[in-house]
Nanobody
Framework: QVQLVESGGGLVQAGGSLRLSCAASGRTFSSASVGWFRQAPGMEREFLAAITGSGDRTYYADSVKGRFTISRDNAKNTVYLQMNSLKPGDTAVYYC?????????????????????WGQGTQVTVSS
């Protein structure tokens, strides 16, 4: 079992930056692929970025490519999402999720059903 806790959300002006953290506890985290998703009010949950257990591969949604960067520090059992050039449209609750086992094609990590564990989310609000 893996427990995930997101942090780092808050209120930021448009054009600003935030770094979200996803801290894991429980089982060995270094073998788990991790993804970040977000959900705005009235909208479906949206994939943002994913990273493999070793950190050797990453994958991004087109909507955030070039603005968001996913990384991980397995010594700290933490995955990060650096978000730059934030826009009001980025306002949402941000979730991290983890799945056990290796993936052959990283694109599968864009599907919510691929994940075994989810955090409770952290609110990000971008003001104009």
């Amino acid at each position: 079992q893996v427990q995930l806790v997101e942090s780092g959300g808050g209120l930021v002006q448009a054009g600003g930056s935030l770094r979200l953290s996803c801290a894991a506890s429980g089982r060995t985290f270094s073998s788990a692929s991790v993804g970040w998703f977000r959900q705005a009010p009235g909208m479906e949950r949206e994939f943002l970025a994913a990273i493999t257990g070793s950190g050797d591969r990453t994958y991004y949604a087109d909507s955030v490519k070039g603005r968001f960067t996913i990384s991980r520090d397995n010594a700290k059992n933490t995955v990060y999402l650096q978000m730059n050039s934030l826009k009001p449209g980025d306002t949402a609750v941000y979730y991290c999720a983890a799945r056990d086992g290796r993936v052959s094609f990283i694109v599968v990590l864009s599907f919510q059903g691929q994940y075994d564990y989810w955090g409770q989310g952290t609110q990000v609000t971008v003001s104009s």
